[in-house]
């Protein structure tokens, strides 16, 4: 019953905020200096874009009317009209591939970080004061303060300009069309090496920091020494009583730092060229292709919502304390 | 049994072939692959027979004609590819000669295919291509190329209202052919199309009178009677607003300022005077208190080697006049001085003049210490001015973030019940939206203004602190002083002026430490984005012209290196100092 109850909120909450995010973005776009009409309709374009843009959000219609339209077309993953990238056809139409390759890109490397950053957390903390302690956390701490473009800069620099095991850019070769479903895999993974490890070791730093003092705060607990006591092996001790408690905060970061690690994916796929979403946000920006901007900052928006209303689902689980 | 051949493998008798049988197979297919792949190694034996054929037998008929391609007009002093072709092209080109003949300051005979060649004088010229072949038959073909003489105007200019002379001087005298032209006429026009001045002469000057963007039109002639003409553009800014100008003065100095005026004007008409006996007590307690923490903090070491950083950081911030070793680092070189450049870096060359170096300058000794960028701006000077916009956008930006969230903080934790819970939820709602994009949003919309940079990482990283300060004022105001000064009638202003910031803001400090680090972080990321002020020196700029000019290519690693190791430097110093000051300040709470 309790655990139904804090569903129902924690959904609730999810609609909410669902709804506050699409009015955010409904509005961040109009309301900005220069009104609706210089920010969404580009200057450079043709009128029949123009005319085009005006006509699929109804920018001559009173704001209420406006925002019933476009909480239309969301619902119906209507994103409008691309002004420049994809110069006036539908946005919904290019977004599955950068999507898709940015889910790739994310997926592999937020798992990897994952796995490695508490490793190497755990690591540390049970060493406590040694120099691998010591060595491991300098390492973290520096890649946690280092901008992720300016590692995966370096790692373009070494080993693709200079050593040429990888190539400079893409997230595939020429003729991709054309390749069977082997080449293309390779392809994929000969291209995605270098943005994975850039991305992995930058994240990973994050999660190692939270989860070597999450670890050590949790080891200097009554009950460590109390299973100590009763003879467990080390082994036992860390499995068992030592990470199961360490790991709640790593879950509550890993949620709030979704943002963040969005902010390293931009960096990573515009450093490599890698055509994802971050790349897409670099070109519209550049561009200044506003509707498509609108549309990627609506997604990623609610990527970050699900993935917080997630961490909640799961951290309940793990920690069946929580009640409020 | 012996052969199995596809077909029958197929049928019910092969599918229990025994093992010699399956040894058979193995052989004939070994066999079928011989013989499939011996056509093609015969062919790369036999190749250059029957590819090449027989270059010397061939001669042209006469219905062939040469081609010296398509009539071309060049600038002097450019250089033009000559290309020869037949029109009928089953001809091996080795067994034909291509003679050029052209007037270029007497006759001139070039032979080749295809010739680069770069004309002297100016004119059209009229060249003939003869192409003969080995039994004497020759064909001759011919092509005008318009030389014309090149107007140099100089580089397109942005003048900046008050603080430019708004007069521009317009030299042409340096137009080839050098001293052969005989009259120059620039015309002045705005974006519009309107004329505004026609000014005749090598050297002319010319006032604009009000901002806008004009078009600076060089029309030459030469002895040769040929003309030429370059556009250049002018671009004259607006002076900015006063409060657009000196934003920090406004928005930052001015209020400080204010403040400061109203505190000591309202204790002179208490008639207390200006400092009693309760400040000095107060001032005495808090260097009591501050000595204290100064002693934990200083054992830690971390901590205290980040402050050392910083004050290195801060060092090079107020001295780079005087320690950069160039006096202006945003005013390159003249980019006729050759620097020398490594053949590894050639190819980059082609795409830069002024090729990113780190041999020492031919000007002096010591004036590039590490190396220079593409336009062969000074690194080293770079990476010392640039400390000040990280600092900037460091310090004024997290002030802006304490300020909203400590407000919204204060709102919520004090006021509690209905006040409490909207400001939370606008908290967590602004704690869900992803602020890497939000800030390429914003800065997207409203344009590339140092100013706007600081407003928009200050504004996209409260709510942190909103929640840190909500949770100290829950704590605080249940202590028992709080709920006395309530009892004595105390407002609610006076309260939270005298009691409960007093409390809260040493606890925040070191959150705010932090969101310094963060600050920087994300600054250098809009920077780097393509997002930041091109006229503010900054690492992350500098980073970007380095990607963008494909450094990595050229193995230019100090470009990369020197702002990199400034920026990883002082984000962990920051870092650092503010775990420690954490360490010392709040030592039961929870770091992040």
């Known amino acids: 019953m309790e655990m139904r ?39 450079g374009s043709s009128e029949f874009i123009k ?77 406590r004061g040694k120099p691998a302690d010591t060595v491991g956390m300098a390492f973290a701490l520096t890649f946690y303060s280092m901008p992720t473009f300016l590692f995966a800069l370096v790692m373009l620099m070494v080993f693709a300009g200079e050593l040429r095991w990888f190539p400079l850019n893409g997230a595939y070769g020429r003729g991709y069309e054309d390749m069977n479903i082997l080449e293309k895999v390779g392809s994929r993974i000969y291209h995605m090496v270098l943005p994975v490890i850039a991305f992995t070791i930058e994240v990973m730093a994050e999660y190692a920091l939270i989860m070597r003092n999450s670890l050590t705060d949790v080891l200097t607990e009554d009950y460590i020494v109390t299973a100590r006591a009763k003879g467990l092996s080390n082994k036992a001790i860390l499995r068992d009583h030592a990470m199961r408690n360490a790991m709640l905060p790593v879950v509550t970061v890993a949620a709030i730092s979704i943002g963040w690690v969005l902010g390293g994916d931009i960096m990573v796929e515009l450093v490599f060229s890698y055509e994802g979403l971050g790349m897409l946000t670099w070109d519209a920006v550049n561009l200044r292709d506003f509707p498509l901007l609108q549309a990627i900052f609506l997604i990623m928006a609610i990527v970050v919502l699900v993935a917080n209303f997630l961490a909640d689902i799961i951290y309940m689980y793990l920690d069946p304390r929580v009640k409020v | 049994m012996a052969v199995c051949n596809t077909e029958m493998q197929k049928s019910q008798s092969c599918e229990h072939t025994s093992r010699s049988s399956r040894k058979a197979l193995g052989i004939v297919l070994f066999a079928i692959a011989i013989l499939a792949v011996s056509p093609l190694i015969g062919a790369m034996i036999a190749a250059p027979t029957l590819v ?49 003949t052209l007037e270029d300051n007497g006759t001139r005979n070039l032979s ?29 073909g011919e092509v005008f190329i318009t030389v014309v003489p090149r107007p140099v105007t100089g580089s397109n200019r942005t003048l900046h209202e008050g603080s430019d002379v708004l007069t521009i001087t317009l030299n042409a005298s340096l137009s080839e052919p050098l001293g052969l032209i005989v009259s120059y006429e620039w015309n002045i026009s705005t974006k519009g199309g309107t004329l505004l001045a026609n000014l005749n002469g090598s050297v002319v000057q010319y006032s604009f009178n009000k901002p806008g963007n004009y078009t600076v039109t060089l029309t030459v002639k030469d002895s040769n009677g040929m003309v030429a003409s370059k556009t250049m553009f002018v671009r004259v800014l607006a002076k900015p607003l006063f409060i657009v100008a000196h934003w920090i003065f406004t928005f930052i100095e001015l209020p400080i300022l204010l403040i400061v005026a109203y505190s000591i004007i309202g204790r002179l008409r208490k008639g207390s005077g200006l400092i009693t006996n309760t400040d000095i007590e107060k001032a005495r307690l808090q260097y009591k208190t501050f000595k204290k923490d100064w002693k934990v903090f200083k054992a830690n070491r971390l901590g205290f080697s980040g402050l050392i950083v910083l004050l290195i950081f801060v060092m090079m911030a107020v001295l780079a006049p005087w320690l950069s070793t160039v006096p202006n680092p945003d005013q390159h070189e ?95 709602f602004f704690l869900v939206l992803p602020w890497f994009p939000l800030m390429i949003v914003m800065m997207a919309i409203l344009g590339q203004r140092f100013m706007w940079v600081v407003v928009v990482i200050g504004i996209t990283s409260w709510p942190s602190t909103a929640r840190i300060v909500r949770s100290q004022v829950l704590t605080v105001k249940e202590r028992q002083f709080i709920v006395r000064a309530q009892a004595i009638g105390a407002s609610d202003s006076h309260i939270i002026r005298t009691h409960i910031l007093p409390n809260v803001l040493p606890l925040i400090f070191a959150n705010t430490v932090l969101l310094i680090a963060i600050a920087i972080f994300s600054e250098s990321f809009l920077d780097f984005f393509g997002l930041g002020d091109p006229n503010v020196i900054s690492w992350g700029t500098m980073l970007e012209s380095a990607y963008e000019q494909q450094a990595f290519k050229a193995g230019a690693w100090w470009w990369i290196g020197a702002p990199g190791v400034a920026i990883v430097g002082m984000v962990l110093a920051f870092s650092l100092v503010g775990y420690a000051v954490d360490d010392v300040l709040n030592p039961k709470l929870r770091r992040r």
């Open chain 2, 112 to 140: 080749g295919r295809v010739v680069p060649y770069t004309f002297s004088t100016t004119g059209i010229h009229n060249v003939t291509l003869t192409v003969t072949d080995p039994t004497n038959t020759s064909s001759t």
């Open chain 2, 334 to 428: 003249e980019p006729n001085v050759p620097d020398p450049i490594d053949p590894k870096n050639l190819p980059y060359l082609q795409k830069n003049p002024l090729v990113p170096s780190l041999k020492k300058s031919i000007y002096t000794n010591w004036t590039h210490p590490l190396g220079t960028d593409h336009k062969g701006q000074d690194i080293y000077s770079l990476t010392l001015y640039g400390s000040r916009a990280s600092l900037i956008v460091g310090l004024i930006a997290t002030a802006i973030s304490v300020i909203l969230g400590a407000l919204i903080g204060l709102g919520a934790g004090y006021f509690g019940k209905i006040t409490d819970e909207v400001l939370m939820r606008v908290t967590d």
């Open chain 2, 52 to 100: 090449g054929g027989d270059l010397r037998a061939h001669s042209f008929s006469a219905a062939t004609v040469a081609n010296a391609g398509s009539n071309q007009t060049v600038w002097i002093g450019n250089q033009t590819q000559l290309n020869g072709t037949l029109t009928t092209s089953d001809y091996s080109w080795l067994n034909l000669y291509f003679n050029w």
């Open chain 1, 5 to 43: 109850s804090y569903m129902a909120r924690k959904t609730t909450y999810l609609v909410i905020t669902l709804f506050a995010i699409i009015a955010f973005n409904f509005f961040l776009f109009r309301i900005m200096p220069g009104g609706p009409e210089n920010v969404l309709v580009p200057k």
């Open chain 1, 51 to 127: 005319d085009a843009i005006r006509e699929k959000f109804h920018l001559n219609d009173p704001y209420p009317e406006q925002f019933v339209i476009y909480l239309k077309q969301v619902f119906t993953l209507d994103f409008g009209i691309s002004a420049a990238r994809w110069k006036g056809t539908n946005i919904t139409e290019g977004l599955p591939t950068p999507i898709f390759n940015t889910v790739l890109l994310v997926g592999t490397g937020t798992a990897l970080a994952i796995w490695l950053g508490v490793s190497l957390g755990r690591f540390a903390a049970w060493r």
